[in-house]
């Protein structure tokens, strides 16, 4: 950091380089709004010069590379090792040949036709109903995705207000950038978390709805969807701040002022330091967030399934079953694996896509693989029933979505 060259020109007082000015004091840098804010001096962002330097200097793009390769290699081998189970477990023809059609399909089903690869007779629903029932679930998805673009919009209003008001003041200034940006990132991060779980229940309604003929198909349903809602609920923010913010906002004495404010700016250190803050908080704070509910829960639906029997005789014990006190653990929905999965997708997306502005992601994504592994352990032996195992080719959707 000391020894970078733009952070000793943002940092220099003495407007010594590159031509010296006797009548200033230092570089003197347009106002970051209109009205009422005021000139500031460049060395005023001395911090965030220097702080860019330790995402941004020579080694990030070796270490980019570098994260690339690793990248293209996980998923070669991901694939060689589901196919050599695949192969081991015979499953390898099990979605074409032998998976038989949902009971939920088959009562609604009235109508029966023979299955060209078995030879039986099974329910069969018209497309025009089946394409009907898909084309207003795709109006449902684009409605959420725009509220998720709201919410991103209503961040950045936020953080556009906040730098207006500190600016005003010259002693908190400097931190105006810092503030508005770390501020925003948690208040994304809340609607992120709000908004997914919002998702989670609409597509679970969708895809009841739209009844599909097989699990498997039901299963890449349910996982497409809510891939596509948390790509554009995870990633947009940050997409937004590391490919088009301060693109489009003007130049002195012609700025962009859509609802009646300046659009926002990168700082004279680019925008690399607040991407940094942005993916610090939402990949972290997601992985703190989802280790917490995924154990409260559980344990919550335990306590509230064994509430009626806290009152019970010890004595009664001794004659009770190991299956009548597992009835007490709470159970594991259909939609139990789902959740992990598309984790560890957002996760990979977090440690390749935007790696080079936070190279400390694949230490913190470790570091949570290594916690949840434990967490998920404890929770599958302590406090859910143990649960129904089912034949399946592959992890469905997650590994197209993965390699795509």
Partial sequence: MQNSIPGKEVCNESDSYPDPDPFSDG???????DGSC????????????KASFLFDNGA??????IMCLWAVFFLEFWKRKEISLAFRW??????????????AFEAV????????????LEGYIPPGTYYAKLTQGVVIILFMVCLVLAAVLAVIIYRVAMIATFSKQATIRPYSS???SLTGAVLQLIAIAVLDKVYQYIAKF???????????????SFTFKMFLFQFVNYYSSVI???FFKGKFNGYPGNYNTPFGFRMEECGTGGCMIELTQQLAIIMVGKQVLNNCLELFFPFFKAWWRRRDTKDRNPEDDLGVSRWEEDYDLADLNQYGLFAEYLEMIIQYGFITIFVAAFPLAPLFALANNVLEIRLDAYKFVTVLRRPISHRAQDIGKSTAVEIH
């Avoid at 015979?90 to 009971?103: K, S, T, Y």
């Avoid at 089903?109 to 039986?120: H, L, S, W």
């Fill in 38 to 49: 005021d000139f500031y001096n460049l060395s005023e962002t001395c911090y965030y010069a």
């Fill in 240 to 242: 937004y701040i590391g």
């Fill in 178 to 180: 810092l503030f508005s």
């Fill in 109 to 120: 089903a009235k109508e029966k036709r023979e299955n060209p690869v078995t030879g039986r």
């Fill in 90 to 103: 015979d499953v390898l023809g099990f979605e074409d040949m032998e998976q038989q059609p949902r009971a």
């Fill in 60 to 65: 990030t793009v070796a270490f980019a590379f």
């Fill in 206 to 220: 969708l895809t009841n709805w739209e009844n599909h003929r097989t699990q498997t198909e039901f299963e890449d």
């Fill in 27 to 33: 570089f003197l840098m347009c106002p970051p709004c």
